[in-house]
């Protein structure tokens, strides 16, 4: 009895001692991996690829890259086993690791699963994965594709790129991007989300206008928020509207300038009715589809620069036609406006049926060069870059002509002509010379117009129906001869009509016009702007 409590020491001290003594290795130890943010791509649920791109656009992986854009292209297989592959012209490489495949059987092989909703996420993933990137446009135009996805798991992501972005147009994005995941996922004390939601009434478009009207939020003072950033969004969207109906009747209005210009100088100088002014303007648009052939059939490469040979082209072969018309019938018909108009009719329908010989009834194909296509988008306003360049040359045309008509002696003698014709002829200018000038000047003007017109509308031999009458409205609404008077009513019927026609469609429209015109001429009978004169004006 009196050794046990030294032996129940020693018992405890040698159990002490195998626990000091027990490695560390033999204890058990809990570890955690990281998700696999590829093993979703193999699965058949279309939401779970979905959360496996956004996985991997987070991710930083070397990888996401190449294996995103091999999904786009329809390249990503997966096997067995969760593998992954991507399909190239060499062969299999494996998309975890990039390493060429050698261990697979093809035909084990089946394509991932796409749909719209995939396809969105794919550009959501590429536009996260090119946030850093370092070309500004590539990081701006991924943060507008994270914006349209909305999706909650970039937030860490855009954090990021937004505290290390210094450009302010690419970190503008990047917040708008921020705020309506942060919307979307719902979360986030009110300062945060009447923030959030600042952001998006600031950008102003219809995507921000669409993400608030989503927002069902049951905090009166962010609800109260939201309906207040969408009405100010919708008046904002109601002045975009008006802008671009003003650019959609500017163009319009460039049209008819270019049509009705020549019309002004000849109808101007020389008081003929020329009602075959349309069919000018139809050579134009058919010298421009010949130059176009030419270049396809011997140097593609001009094709480009195939309006730059067409517009000087049609203005010597529209010009030279009207020399040769009023040389050889108009002169012979001065002071008889009845037998002129007829006559220049019935030579309208003689021009149309010359070039349906030639060219045939149907419509022919006039391309658009590369530079001209397309359309680009600012604030709530879309230009289209043919409509753009019409204006622009509408405007150029006209500069041409009042520089002509001011700084040189041709049109120092056409505008003595245009106020006295008698006086002009008494001061030794060669009138008959002056109106043949005028009158190739007027036709050429007109061919530089069917240029213009064949980017927009059909080249057919009823081309230049669809002008003529337009042209002659437009040239006594703004004064006949007068250019200023001309540019003026062009812009403002242009501008009226595209107002009209969704109101009262197209045909009505344009007939509330003509009324319109009517009533106006008849309180004033030469037009806004009438040219001044002794033979005109006592």
Known sequence: MTHLPRLLLLLALGLATAAIATPVSAQPATTTEAPDPFAGLASDSFDDVIAALGALAVSGNPQAGPTIAALQADSLYYGPDQALY?????????????????????????????????????????????????????????????????????????????????????????????????????????????????????????????????????????????????????????????????????????????????????????????????????????????????????????????????????????????????????RFLYGRPLETLLATWGLSLVLQQAIRSMFGPSNREVGTPQWMSGATQWGGLTITFNRLYIIIFAVVVIA?????????????RMRAVTQNRRMAAAMGIRTPWIDAMTFGLGSGVAGMAGVALSQIDNVSPNLGQSYIIDSFMVVVFGGVGNLWGTVVSALTLGIVNKFLEPVAGAVLGKIVVLVALILFIQRKPRGMFPLKGRAVEP
């Open 86 to 330: 991507i399909k190239t012209d060499s062969g299999y490489i494996d998309a975890r690791t990039g390493k060429p495949a050698t261990e697979m059987v093809e035909d084990d092989l089946s394509p991932v699963r796409v749909n719209n909703a995939v396809r969105r996420a794919m550009d959501a993933a590429k536009g996260g994965l090119d946030l850093s990137s370092p070309d500004p446009a590539i990081r701006q135009k991924a943060a507008e594709e994270v914006f349209k996805s909305r999706n909650p798991e970039t937030i860490s992501l855009l954090d990021r790129v937004i505290a290390q972005e210094s450009l302010p147009g690419p970190k503008a994005v990047m917040q708008q991007a921020r705020a309506a995941a942060q919307l979307t996922e719902g979360s986030g004390s009110d300062p945060a989300r009447l923030a959030d939601i600042a952001i998006l009434r600031a950008r102003g478009d219809m995507e921000a206008k669409s993400l608030l009207g989503s927002l069902h939020d049951k905090s009166p003072v962010v609800a109260a928020a939201t309906a207040a950033a969408i009405a100010s969004l919708e008046r904002l969207e109601q002045i975009w509207s008006l802008a671009q109906g003003v650019f959609y009747g500017m163009s319009l209005g460039a049209v008819l300038l270019l049509a009705a210009a020549g019309l002004a100088i000849t109808f101007g100088v020389m008081g003929v009715i020329n009602m075959a002014h349309g069919e000018m303007v139809m050579i134009g648009a058919y010298t421009t589809f010949a130059v176009q052939e030419a270049i396809r059939s011997y140097d593609p490469t001009l094709f480009g620069a195939s309006l730059f040979i067409a517009i000087p082209l049609a203005f010597l072969v529209s010009g030279g036609l009207g020399v040769v018309i009023e040389r050889c019938l108009i």
């Open 400 to 412: 041409a002509l009042m520089m002509v008509l001011r700084y040189t002696a041709l049109g120092l």
